[in-house]
């Protein structure tokens, strides 16, 4: 399912999630919403510019069941693009080289070149992105010789210093994090719709993003293969469904065929922290919403979560939570 071809070509979604997915066009934006209750919320969002140049808010809400075993949306272009990503909030999974992949965090830059036609992005926690496409052929065709001459120039040093990497991520300048809050933020009103208001920002953008210190704030970021990065999705998934469990590194690593180092590293990298830290957060994240949500006694919701001993799991909860389990069963 695509988007309207005469807007943005290419920007299509995941057969699976056709069905929960609503497109609403203007002359200027098309907006794409998918809602999937229990599973994921999204809503992308893009403005034509210019001829070539688009900018597109992409805002995503996952649920905890969200497996991430299938891709959402893509971009997907018969011409080469450069893409341009600022990760506003949360985690998200980019293409590298020689079909790797890597993981943006918070405040990180990407830019790639997309020389295979398709560019995956998988969400890996509620995130917001936004996304600058450039078709470079189109732009220069229809911008060359008019009041955008410059931004010609810019685009075109932009695409000659990545032609040669493909792709580079780096920490987003103050500058360019408080432009993409105010594109977030700012609503239609009568004196500037949104729409042109992204036009300027988006040629501001370009301009930041070109002056920036790429290179002094270039991340060096891990790559993994898609082999290993499921690995990983599948030990996750695996855990959030058997939290009363104590598994050792080791074991998942033997169990899965996955190297112990690099099980190690690809967790944090795609979720923001180590793995035992996750596992804990998710166990009393758990038992939080078991207090909050049923009238299990104390005593049943440790055994759920691992804990045989009632006391050991309420000074637990106390110290990840801030308060007693009967504490907060009474104050939810």
């Known amino acids: 399912m695509s988007t309207d071809k005469s807007l943005v070509k290419g920007i299509s979604i995941s057969e699976n999630y056709i069905p929960y997915t609503t497109i609403t066009r203007t002359d200027n934006s098309v907006k794409i919403s998918l809602k999937k209750q229990n599973i994921i919320s999204l809503d992308f969002k893009c403005y034509t510019v210019l001829p070539g140049l688009y900018l597109a808010e992409n805002d995503v809400r996952i649920i905890e069941r969200y497996t991430q075993d299938d891709i959402i949306f893509r971009f997907s272009r018969e011409e080469e693009f450069l893409l341009i990503n600022y990760l506003v909030e949360g985690q998200c999974q980019i ?46 065709k229809y911008n060359k010789d008019n009041y955008m001459s410059e931004y010609s120039r810019i685009i075109k040093t932009i695409y000659d210093f990545i032609y040669h990497t493909n792709n580079i991520t780096f920490e987003s300048s103050e500058d360019i994090k408080e432009v993409l809050q105010q594109i ?57 469904r058997d939290i009363a469990s104590y598994v050792s590194l080791d074991v998942l690593s033997v169990t899965y ?29 758990r038992a939080k919403e078991l207090i909050k949500n049923t009238d299990y006694p104390i005593a049943k ?29 009474k104050n939810k």
């Open 184 to 240: 977030i933020h700012f609503k239609d009103n009568n004196k500037l719709p949104k729409h042109m208001y992204v036009q300027l920002k988006t040629l501001e953008l370009i301009g930041l993003t070109y002056i920036s210190k790429i290179e002094k704030n270039r991340i060096e970021s891990p790559t993994y293969s898609d082999a290993q990065i499921r690995v990983v999705r599948k030990i996750k998934n695996a855990l959030s």
């Open 257 to 285: 065929g996955i190297n112990l180092t690099t099980l190690k590293n690809c967790f944090r990298d795609m979720y923001g922290k180590p793995l035992y830290t996750w596992y804990r957060e998710y166990k009393f994240h």
């Open 95 to 140: 293409p590298a080289d020689n079909d790797k992949f890597m993981f943006m965090k918070e405040g990180d830059t990407h830019i790639y070149l997309n020389r295979d036609k398709r560019t995956i992005f998988n969400h890996i926690t509620d995130s917001k992105l936004i996304h600058i496409i450039i078709n470079k052929k189109e732009f220069l």
């Open 301 to 329: 919701i440790a055994n759920m979560v691992g804990y045989k001993s009632s006391s050991k799991f309420s000074k637990a909860f106390k110290k990840e939570m801030g308060a007693l389990p009967s504490s907060y069963r």
